[in-house]
């Protein structure tokens, strides 16, 4: 065991040499810490590349854009300050440019990279002891994170040496979170009246995330100070609370039938052509059997949220008979009360807009199989993948539905209809090919980005599905600048970049479906689908077109 305990190269042979299955139980667990200690010091060489990956990338990226800043009416002062101002530009976009090569060197995602970037600056200068400690694999990937949040929070370089110093040896026989809190507790017994300005600092970091959970469901991370946490959280559950009282407090008499309610029969439980294609407000809705509790009127919040979320389900509505399910929690009562506080918001008339749209528009893309109950393909909601069913429910409570046509095999978008079938518009059409910005990675809606013109407009490139993409905020100025390039554009989206390194990487046609997967056959399914064996699709009327 003595060759795997120092990380490296030769330990790593070592290592993936080994059958773990013939080492005895002493053995097994320092081989799994030495395994551990190396992925550490790769992680440390790992990061030691980006940082100087980025730095070149920036290198170029700015000697590039120097090639079309000048000092101009944007700047103020003497000419000296305005060419400082112009530099300035010329640097911010350089880095730019550094992320967005690690980006598509690693294949992640912009806030990654730039992350990624952030970290292996510090640890190539102001974490230098935890740089070491990390390629010895004393301490993991997890500990230099914590030790990064904290850092962020220390100007002083000696109040930070002195932070490391104490903190660092212990680490290893402390898990992330515990060095958090050493590193904590150390930091106001080092600088006890500091506390006032970290806090101030810490307060940037105030900010809004969302995440991607399994099976069409999704999260929103709310970052804010301690008392305003408290005082919002208090207010849902407030809220909550009373909404919770009031569904305990109505009798059962007082509930419609449900089945009556629903307008079903109780034996339905896909909707069926006509339901699917009927918009949100007509007479048989799921929004018509009072999902919320309170008032049957179908609002913004019920068109977008799924049944799961709702405190009623189908079931609840009576569609299999069973009868109202258990009355919802708090937690859900809670992410219902927050919604529908959304909801005012985007009624009021000043809502703000993007491409001439309200941007809470959600789209939904289902083929016509699925949605007509026939198939269960995956759909997608804003461009993530969500299970069949509840793209159905949405759809069958939006207002407003759309003919996409698709390429058979690749599945790209070819034509963006309107519902009396009008020539699509340049601008939707751009919007709903691209789906996100179409650098590879970056996972910024396309309604939140501008159309870049891949030729520029004023080097007489054409406005066209040829020459448009959408490009965020974060790329489209170092494409403008000519420290990215976007070239052989296609009217199906696929296009060349080119980095300021040079990589080249494609950019494919999108999908605006996911690829259809038939389901595994059952024990007691033996038509696995077959239209030809399959009642339902034989007896399908066809569509309304």
């Not at 112009?86 to 992350?115: D, F, H, K, P």
């Not at 994170?145 to 040896?169: F, I, K, N, T, Y």
């Not at 910024?444 to 905020?473: F, K, M, Q, T």
């Not at 296609?490 to 060349?496: L, P, R």
Request: aromatic residues 2%; proline residues 8%.
């Amino acid at each position: 065991m003595d060759a795997i305990s120092v990380p490296g190269g030769a330990a790593a042979g070592v290592l993936a040499a080994t059958d773990p299955g013939t080492l005895s139980d002493a053995e097994l667990i320092e081989f799994t810490r030495a395994a551990e200690r190396q992925v550490a010091h790769a992680n440390a060489v790992c990061l030691a590349a980006v940082r100087v990956l980025a730095a070149r990338a920036a290198t170029a990226g700015t000697a590039l854009a120097r090639r079309v800043q000048r000092p101009g009416a944007q700047d103020a002062g003497s000419g000296q300050q305005r060419a400082a101002q112009a530099e300035a530009r010329c640097s911010a976009l350089g880095e730019r440019a550094g992320v967005l090569e690690v980006s598509q060197t690693l294949r992640i995602s912009q806030y990654s990279a730039a992350r990624r970037v952030h970290l292996a600056g510090l640890l190539g200068e102001r974490l230098a002891p935890a740089a070491t400690a990390l390629r010895a694999g004393q301490v993991g990937l997890g500990h230099v994170w914590v030790l990064a949040e904290h850092a962020e929070q220390v100007d002083d370089e000696r109040l930070l040496a002195a932070l490391q110093a104490a903190c660092l040896p212990r680490a290893g026989q402390q898990t992330p979170g515990n060095f958090g809190r050493s590193l904590t507790r150390a930091l106001h017994a080092l600088d006890p009246h500091g506390q006032a300005v970290r806090h101030r600092a810490a307060r940037g970091r105030a900010g809004v995330r969302r995440g991607q959970e399994h099976e069409g469901m999704a999260s929103l991370a709310i970052t804010a100070t301690d008392p305003e946490v408290e005082w919002g959280y208090t207010v849902l559950d407030t809220l909550a609370r009373g909404r919770l009282h009031q569904l305990k407090t109505t009798t059962p008499t007082e509930q419609p039938h449900p089945a009556r309610a629903c307008g079903r029969n109780g034996n339905e439980s896909t909707p069926s052509a006509d339901e699917g294609l009927r918009p949100a407000g007509a007479s048989q809705t799921a929004d018509a059997c009072g999902r919320n509790g309170i008032d049957p009127t179908p609002g913004v919040a019920d068109k977008v949220r799924p049944t799961a979320d709702a405190p009623h389900t189908a079931d609840a509505c009576g569609r299999n008979g069973v009868g109202p399910t258990p009355l919802p929690t708090l937690d859900q009562l809670r992410s219902q009360v927050f919604f529908d506080l959304l909801q005012r918001a985007v009624s009021d008339p000043s809502f703000p807009t993007q491409h001439g749209k309200r941007r809470i528009e959600t789209q939904i893309v289902i083929d016509l199989e699925t949605l007509l109950g026939l198939r269960e393909h995956p759909a997608t909601i804003n461009g993530r993948s969500v299970p069949a069913p509840i793209a159905r429910e949405l759809a069958a409570h939006s207002g407003t539905l759309r003919r996409l046509v698709t390429d058979p095999v690749i599945g790209h978008l070819l034509d963006y209809g309107h519902r009396r079938d009008a020539p699509a518009d340049l601008t939707e059409f751009l919007l709903a090919r691209d789906g996100t910005c179409r650098i590879p990675h970056c996972n910024v809606r396309a309604s939140a980005c501008d159309l870049d013109h891949s030729i520029p407009h004023e080097h007489g490139g054409p406005s066209s599905a040829a020459n448009e993409g959408a490009l965020c905020r974060s790329h489209h100025p170092p494409k403008t600048h000519g420290l990215i390039d976007i070239i052989d554009s296609a009217a199906d989206g696929s296009a060349v970049l080119i980095t300021a390194l040079g990589q080249r990487i494609p950019i494919p046609p999108r999908p605006v479906l996911p690829e259809p997967r038939e389901p595994l056959p059952t024990d007691n399914d033996t038509s696995q689908h077959d239209p030809g064996t399959n009642p339902t699709a034989q007896n399908a009327d066809e569509p309304p077109f």
